[in-house]
């Protein structure tokens, strides 16, 4: 019923830029929050970054000042500026949003597939 698409993922030197999307399609009603995950090898899931439907901000202190999380609501879409990128950002990075779906007008928590950040020089 839902999907959640992610681009934008490559290999880029230290000290550079990607810019990451997720797209969500679908019988939706409504998003609420939406969130990045990463995960490194051998690493467990951390959470990075969490933006409300109303626009607030919570990063991981590891990516304060680099990161920058933003959405359009009218596009479904939740975009990860990752600006000085370090060795330690090389992980796979996943979307997640709380969606309220059109058929039960209740909330799920939907997982993108994953888009791979490889910064090495």
């Known amino acids: 019923q839902v999907q959640l698409v992610e681009s934008g993922g490559g290999l880029v030197q230290p000290g550079g830029s990607l810019r990451l999307s997720c797209a969500a399609s679908?019988?939706?009603?409504?998003?609420?929050?939406m969130r990045w995950y990463r995960q490194a090898p051998g690493k467990e899931r951390e959470l990075v970054v969490t933006?409300?439907?109303?626009?607030?901000?919570n990063y991981a202190d590891s990516v304060k000042g680099r990161f920058t999380i933003s959405r359009d609501n009218a596009k479904n879409t939740v975009y990860l500026q990752m600006n000085s990128l370090k060795p330690e950002d090389t992980a796979v990075y996943y979307c997640?949003?709380?969606?309220?779906?059109?058929?039960?007008?209740?909330?799920?928590?939907?997982w993108g597939q994953g888009t791979q950040v490889t910064v090495s020089s």
């Open positions: 997640n949003a709380r969606i309220v779906i059109m058929t039960t007008m209740l909330e799920y928590g939907y």
């Open positions: 679908g019988s939706i009603f409504k998003i609420n929050a």
């Open positions: 933006i409300t439907s109303g626009g607030s901000t």
